[in-house]
């Protein structure tokens, strides 16, 4: 299970400084000079500058972030090369905020480099799902779900069906509307595959998400737990059309270690 790390905050003068910061640098990347004509890949990315502008506390912490930080360098194939290393640092508007636990770093365009996989709030439409590249632009994202205090639970990026194309998957709404929604990024943007409904992943305040990916042989499945928190499911997506089945009860001191191993219950 996916779990945000320890959080400190800072004191209220030391945020308003941070503040005033994204205030001057809204919506702007900045980039190392050394990103220029280079290739690059993303080895690291962190949240920075915490907020509590945004008073959602879905993870149970009232706290949020401002600031991406993505840590390159030019390693490739060739072992001669000199290994250089850079940054690139995207900070949101005041609309906006980083609503998650930390940046994932997950291979979504198929081309063997990952890509910044992370949730973005805007305060009135709600969350989004958003990629960012190497240089911090934002190369694709889902709508946003549409109003404030709506949040969504990523579980994991893989070939889902079997046909060489990544997939996204997460659930929309883990409280409320219980949704999960597969995506895929074709023709330069995020398509919507498929939906189901009756799938969660996490519940208001906790600093972790319930789900994750495992492949026992037969093809990737993603797991999650039931609408009502009693069921451990699997499900897969099959030529467009989600199908789930029933792994066992759910165990929440067990939480789903045995089934994300391919144990069984």
Sequence with gaps: MARRPPLRVRPRLARRAGRAVCLALAAMVLAAPVLAGEHWRIVRASFAAPTTRYAHAVLGDGVEYTRLVIEVDTAEANPKAVLKTGASTVDLPLTRVFEDIAPRLWDVTGDGLPEVVVIETDMALGAQLAIYDAAGTKIAATPHIGQTFRWLAPIGA??????????????????????????????????????????????????????????????????????????????????????????????????????LTCARP
């Design 158 to 259: 893989a070939d889902l069906d079997g046909d060489g194309r990544i997939e996204i998957a997460y659930i929309d709404r883990p409280h409320l509307a219980k949704t999960l929604r597969i995506w895929r990024f074709q023709r330069g943007r995020l398509e919507e595959v498929a939906s189901a409904q009756g799938l969660t992943n996490h519940r208001i305040g906790e600093g972790g998400i319930t789900s994750g990916l495992r492949d026992c042989g037969q093809g990737v499945e993603i797991i999650t737990v039931d609408a009502d928190w009693r069921r451990v499911m699997a499900s897969r997506l099959r030529e467009g059309v989600i199908e789930s089945r029933d792994l066992g009860p759910y165990d929440p001191q067990l939480g789903l270690d045995r089934a």
